[in-house]
């Protein structure tokens, strides 16, 4: 019933800019916790940011800090990634991810993501 759908990922030089998509359905963004991770080849998928369910604090890895701004519209139901000067180590499989953590605060680890979308790549050149 969950269901979520990156979007917005593409070809940028660095120092460029592009904004992911998370387009959501079957949940109210209100009552989940809702984080970006990203995946580069024979890397570990990690964390870059998260958004908290019921207050929308957000957190930040250190190396996407200042450069990436996540954000919620809870009318298109859709959360963004915005994310400014990349750098060419930003180069990464980009998925969204929700659990239904309504007051924690999020986290920017794989647990307890429960529910992906299929991911959208961003390839900044070098």
């Known amino acids: 019933q969950l269901q979520l759908v990156e979007s917005g990922g593409g070809l940028v030089q660095p120092g460029g800019s592009l904004r992911l998509s998370c387009a959501t359905s079957?949940?109210?963004?209100?009552?989940?916790?809702i984080g970006w991770f990203r995946q580069a080849p024979g890397k570990e998928r990690e964390g870059v940011s998260c958004?908290?369910?019921?207050?929308?604090?957000?957190q930040y890895a250190d190396s996407v800090k200042g450069r990436f701004t996540i954000s919620g519209d809870n009318a298109q139901n859709t959360v963004y990634l915005q994310m400014d000067d990349l750098k060419p180590e930003d180069t990464a499989v980009y998925y969204c991810?929700?659990?239904?953590?309504?007051?924690?605060?999020?986290?920017?680890?794989?647990?307890?993501?429960?529910?992906w979308g299929q991911g959208t790549q961003v390839t900044v050149s070098s």
């Open positions: 958004i908290d369910g019921s207050d929308r604090k957000t």
């Open positions: 079957g949940f109210t963004l209100d009552n989940y916790a």
């Open positions: 991810a929700a659990t239904d953590w309504q007051f924690r605060p999020c986290v920017l680890r794989r647990m307890p993501y429960d529910s």
